[in-house]
């Protein structure tokens, strides 16, 4: 046993954790030396086991998890993984060493792929594959998030709105007070207490008390007073300490004296003993000093004879004696100077003789005093000065800007710039070639008034830095202009080469050949600088000019701007030659390039505009120059400005590809932002070329197309416009509003066949199309082709069969009175369709159109459509007519409680409710009714509206407060606002509050007819005809009151003129028939073209001028006024003023030339004999030819105008003709000009 110790277990290891020098394999075949089986276990004889016996294999059997799962892998420590310790073989926590555990997480070790630097896969390669998949992974999550962007935006809104309603910010909630403030009288304003004053808590002033030195209180004691004056004042044999002591540094005297160990008193000197005298003075044994008759600032009397007050003692009203006393306004007095009431130190009080000094007194104070304050000044300019180099680390520049702002408003700003002064004389003592310390001085002197000083100052600056050449310049404008010009010569004498001298030196010249000389000369010394270069060209003639800049690109060949200028006064050749040798010397400018493609557009050659500028990408490329996408954009957009169009074009397209994405959706998008931003720039040309461009590259693209038919609409010509679209159409067969969009101009310009052609080709390629075919029938039944309509609508049932389809097969036949034929369509198509809502309306409408109306059938008619399209409130509401047209109000209510049911929050169910009692002559249920439809809709509008309606007149000034609070930007309720306005005779508000509406919501028929309405009882015809050109332009479409009349089918295929016409009518018939009609506006309603109408209204008042020399106003009255229209000033006109008149803007007759020029004419018929009969008869003559020549070429074109839809253009083509006839305008005398841009 001792042996087996020694040999099989000495050299293992037994300390925990650590692994044994030498493992034991109980799986060996071979046995150890001198084993003895069971001697081991006490075993007397050997004994023999089974392997022996051959009964057992020598290797045992594998167990547990050896048999289950194999072989530990190479390496494998047990337990290592879980942290354990103890096992055999195993290690210590204390030694696990983890790579987790060494990880550095700082930010300096993350990278915003990988993660940190212990990233699972940080050891593995990034291939291709790789970056391919994460390619596809960062577009499947950009194609995610822009899924449903927009709905999480504005849910996200929507919570903010209803957090901002529940919890509203501290600027909303003070909101209404801010809006009082502009009430706020002057005097309110400075009543308003200051913030401090409602402070709880007052700030506690500093006290501290110190007991009075030993020095001061034995010489008190030896019986004599000490007094700065040499004055004693015997008192009984007790010094007073006001007599005089001298007052060490820091104290200060009434109205808070301090010592120098922080001693206070308030009206003198606290004694320690704490004893008061009468006023306030307190002795130092407690004796009170009568004060009667002693002079004091103050008018206070004293029989102390006269008193000198001690340096730095603070005089009442907080006046300073020398060295920064203030005197009794606040004036800052200097060193020996007299305040009122007072003497400085050293100086006799009156009425008291001159004191010879006493051994006693200290009079030395004074002296140590400003020895003190010199010494504290000392250590301030110490700390702003550079210990090494000894020059001042202030800012110069901000010295200057300080001085140029001060302004002396006050005896505090002498103070300060006292202070100023001061602290500037030490710098530039300390470091005299300090430039702008002698200018800041200057300056501050020329604040302060004192030019002569300021000029001393810069002179002797100038003699410190003759180098500076800011010293000099401030130097001359300091200095009188009859000795600037000295000083500026000696400036250049010390400083030949600073071109700002002689930049100044020449604009000191009056006289243009002067300045030329100077520079000249400066030209001389400084050869290569581009702004004397510039200056001298500038004021030279073209040929001379040409002279200098042939030397001036010799001097500075980089520069840019004097090749081009040299180029720009040369002929075509000379200049070709010289922009060559200018990207010779500056191959890396672009603008070289452009201007040369720019003289070739001159020239006409447009096709080498295109390759200069190909050929000067490569170059700039080859030159290392990045390209910029911005930059060439705005060379085209300059190129355009000045009327280089073809080169705008070229530069767009050989860089339509600089700089943007390379994928299909990234290239589109900076197109699209690129062209926006050129628009809203005002450069359509580089719009139009980069929309030109990209739909050459992109060409299947519809929303290219589109925005570049769009931009085509607005400032292109119908040519341009058919161009693109024909283009459109052939790149995007299958685009269906391109097709319509192509057809309706054809059809815009009266060209119906060629519409048609359009429209058969677009069916080719979408024939099952719904808005193909229903355009094909709109545009025959909008020509009377009613048979070709319903060959294509029973087509498009066959190929389409859309509900839509079905509905414009009804509406046809209703339109031509056909009920019969339209009802069978409408079953029909209920059959295809049954739960299309619209039909089932349509059909119950046509029961009711019927005559006599079959009412009966079309309520049953609802109720079918009722069950199947519950959810449909107009269905409900068109139910709950035919109800009241019968007068069955119980039937209505119960229809419309079954509606709110199955539609809550359906703001029109409750408005027809509240129709329904009113009828039924219930007003009381009526607002009860409207009370909890408020409740239930607190937001809806038209309930607003509707309620302020309802409420008495005393109360509905109120409810609209209510509901502009609920409903601020709700058309339906500034509509009630304003017809409240209306009522009250409140024009101006009224209008305000009527165009506002409009501008809300243009497409409200109901805010349109009540502003009409509004403006034909109070406004001007110009108003008015603003207003139905707005209504026309905006084509509104909605409105209960509205489309109850629009939609009726005598008014489906009127105007909007007419249709506004027949609502106001309608709606509002007293104020429609007030007073007659304006001529203008009355065609307007008719639906005239109002150009047209105008143009038809000068011609009659031009007739009947030329008849009978009179026209009738509106009233029917005679005026002298002739009028023609003008949308702006156009210069001075003999015999007119250009004004806003009843027949709108432009230009009126002036009368009081008119009875000038009567008066004049009277007399000279009087002086002259008169015109013969045959002169006359010939005159009026040729006046009727040239009417008709007139007449004819104004109609010319304006039938030219409606064609091309260049009304503007061709209008003051007609106004010129009508006015001076064709001989006056030769510019337009050719149809190629005016059909021209």
């Known amino acids: 046993r001792p042996q087996l110790l020694q040999g099989g277990l000495g050299a293992m290891s037994l300390l925990p954790g650590q692994a044994p020098t030498k493992r034991l394999r109980l799986d060996e075949t071979s046995k150890p030396l001198d084993y003895v089986g069971g001697i081991g276990r006490g075993a007397k004889v050997p004994m023999q086991t089974r392997a022996d016996m051959g009964l057992q294999p020598s290797a045992p059997p594998k167990r547990g998890t050896d048999a289950m799962f194999g072989n530990a892998p190479p390496g494998y420590v047990p337990g290592r993984g ?145 007094s700065i004056g040499g004055a004693a004042t015997p008192l009984g044999g007790t010094g007073t300490p006001m007599g005089g002591f001298g007052t060490p540094m820091g104290l200060r005297t009434p109205m808070g004296l301090r010592t120098p160990m922080g001693l206070r008193t308030p009206m003198g000197l606290r004694t320690p003993t704490g004893m008061r005298s009468s006023l306030g003075m307190a002795t130092p044994m407690g ?185 000099w310049l401030e130097a001359a404008r300091l200095e009188k202009p009859q000795s600037a010009k000295a000083v500026v010569a000696k400036a250049v004498k010390s400083l030949p080469h600073s071109v700002r001298l002689w930049i100044d030196a020449a604009n000191r010249e009056v006289d243009v050949q002067a300045k030329a000389r100077v520079l000249r000369k400066a030209l001389e010394f400084i050869p290569n600088s581009v702004r004397l270069w510039k200056e001298a060209v500038s004021l030279e003639d073209e040929v001379e000019a040409r002279v200098m800049l042939s030397r001036a690109v010799e001097c500075v060949p980089h520069s840019v701007e004097m090749w081009l200028a040299l180029a720009k006064l040369s002929s075509y050749k000379e200049a070709q030659k010289v922009l060559n040798e200018a990207r010779k010397h500056i191959p890396t400018s672009p603008v070289i390039w452009v201007t040369a493609a720019k003289l070739e557009e001159t020239q006409g050659n447009e096709k080498m505009v295109e390759l200069i500028l190909t050929r000067a990408i490569d170059s700039l490329a080859a030159n290392g120059v990045t390209p910029d996408r911005d930059m060439w954009l705005k060379q085209a957009e300059e190129a355009e400005k000045t009327g280089f169009i073809k080169t705008c074009q070229a530069i767009v397209k050989v860089t339509i590809k600089v700089g943007v994405d390379e994928d299909v959706k990234g290239m589109k998008q900076n197109w699209i932002q690129d062209a926006d931003a050129a628009i809203n720039r005002n450069s359509i040309e580089v719009a139009r070329a980069i929309y030109n461009n990209a739909v050459m590259h992109l060409k299947n693209k519809k929303k290219l197309w589109l925005r570049l038919a769009e931009l085509e609409t607005k400032y292109g010509t119908s040519e341009s416009l058919d161009n693109v679209l024909q283009r459109a159409v052939t790149y995007c067969p299958h685009a269906e509003i391109l097709w319509l969009m192509a057809a309706k101009q054809k059809w815009l310009r009266g060209d119906v066949a060629s519409a048609r052609r359009i429209l058969a080709e677009a069916f080719s390629h979408s024939k099952e199309s719904e808005a193909i075919h229903l355009a094909a029938v709109k545009l025959e039944s909008e020509n009377n082709e009613i048979q070709r309509s319903r060959l294509l609508l029973a087509r498009a049932r066959q190929q389409c069969n859309t509900p839509k389809v079905w509905m414009q097969s009804v509406q046809l036949e209703r339109e031509q009175g056909l009920f019969q034929q339209a009802l069978h369509l409408c079953e029909e198509g209920l059959k295809e369709h049954p739960n299309f809502a619209k039909m089932w309306m349509i059909g119950g409408q046509i029961y009711m159109e019927k005559s006599p109306p079959e009412l009966h059938e079309a309520a049953k008619f609802f109720e079918r459509g009722l069950q199947k399209c519950p959810r449909s409130v107009p269905l409900w509401l068109c139910s709950v007519e035919c109800e009241i047209r019968q007068q069955k109000y119980t039937k209505a209510r119960s229809l419309l409680e079954k509606a709110r049911l199955r539609n809550p929050g359906s703001d029109l169910l409750w408005i027809k409710g509240v129709e329904v009692e009113m009828l039924d002559g219930s007003e009381r249920l009526a607002h009860h009714l409207m009370s909890k439809a408020l409740q239930e809709c607190a937001t809806s509008g038209i309930l607003w509206a509707k309620a302020i309606e309802l409420e008495p007149k005393q109360g509905q000034n109120a409810k609209s407060v209510d509901a502009l609070k609920k409903c601020e930007n709700d058309a339906h309720v500034i509509i009630a606002v304003a017809k409240l306005f209306w009522r009250d005779n409140k024009m101006a508000k009224a209008r305000k509050w009527f165009n506002r509406a409009v501008t809300l919501n243009p497409r409200l028929g109901d805010a349109w007819g009540a502003y009409l309405a509004f403006e034909l009882e109070h406004g001007t015809a110009h108003e008015q005809r603003e207003v139905i050109r707005k209504c026309v332009d905006a084509e509104p479409n909605q409105g209960n009151d509205w489309n109850r009349i629009v939609k009726r089918v005598p008014n489906w295929r009127g105007k909007w003129a007419v249709k506004l016409k027949r609502f106001v009518e309608e709606t509002y018939a007293a104020e429609f028939n007030a007073k007659p009609l304006n001529r203008e506006v009355e065609l307007l309603l008719q639906g005239e073209d109002p150009y047209a109408a105008m143009a038809a209204a000068a011609e009659q008042e031009a007739a009947e001028k030329e008849e009978g020399g009179e026209v009738k106003d509106e009233d029917g009255g005679v005026k002298r006024e002739y009028f023609e229209p003008a949308s702006s000033f156009q210069g001075a006109r003999p015999g007119f003023a250009f004004k806003m008149g009843p027949r709108g803007l432009g230009y009126y007759r002036d009368a009081k030339q008119d009875m000038l020029k009567a008066e004049k004419k009277e007399k000279m018929e009087k002086q002259e004999p008169t015109v013969k009969e045959e002169e006359g008869k010939d005159d009026d003559k040729d006046k009727k030819k040239d009417r008709a020549i007139r007449l004819g070429a104004c109609r010319r074109f304006l039938c030219t105008a409606r064609m091309a839809r260049r009304t503007s253009v061709h209008l003051r083509v007609v106004a010129h003709i009508w006015l001076h006839g064709w001989a006056h305008v030769p510019e337009l005398s050719s149809s190629k000009t005016l059909l021209g841009p």
């Open 82 to 226: 879980r942290g354990a310790t103890g096992f055999i073989g195993g290690v210590s926590r204390d030694e696990v060493d983890r790579d987790d555990d060494k990880a550095d997480l700082g930010d300096s070790n993350y990278d915003e792929f990988s993660g940190y630097g212990g990233s699972l896969f940080s050891n593995m390669e990034y291939d291709e594959e790789d970056k391919e998949a994460d390619v596809v992974y960062d577009r499947v999550d950009v194609k995610m998030d822009d899924r449903r962007r927009k709905q999480r935006e504005k849910k996200m809104r929507e919570q903010i709105r209803e957090l901002r309603a529940e919890k509203p910010t501290i600027q909303q909630q003070f909101a209404d007070l801010k809006r009082e403030l502009a009430t706020v009288s002057n005097e309110e304003w400075e009543g308003i207490p200051e913030a401090q004053e409602h402070l709880k808590v007052k700030q506690r002033k500093p006290s501290s008390f110190t007991p009075t030195p030993d020095a001061i209180l034995a010489g008190m004691g030896g019986g004599h007073s000490r």
């Open 287 to 471: 004796m009170s000093t009568p004060m009667s008759g002693m002079g004091t600032p103050m008018g206070l009397g004293t029989p102390m004879g006269g008193m000198a007050t001690p340096m730095g003692m603070a005089t009442p009203m907080g006046m300073r004696t020398p060295m920064g006393m203030h005197t009794p306004m606040g004036m800052h007095t200097p060193m020996g100077m007299r305040t009122p009431g007072m003497r400085t130190p050293g100086m006799r009080t009156p009425g008291t003789p001159m004191t010879p000094h006493t051994p006693h007194s200290h009079g030395g104070s004074l002296n140590d005093l400003g020895e003190a304050r010199g010494t504290v000044l000392a250590v301030k300019l110490d700390r702003i000065m550079d210990s090494v180099t000894g020059q001042t680390v202030m800012d110069p520049k901000g010295y200057l800007t300080d001085l140029n702002a001060l302004q002396v408003q006050s005896d505090a700003d002498i103070s300060d710039i006292k202070k100023a002064r001061t602290l500037l004389k030490s710098v530039i003592t300390s470091n005299p070639k300090h430039g702008p310390g002698w200018i800041a001085a200057a300056r501050l002197e020329e604040v302060a008034g004192k030019v002569q000083s300021a000029r001393q100052l810069i002179a002797q600056g100038c003699k410190h830095c003759p180098n500076n050449e800011d010293v």
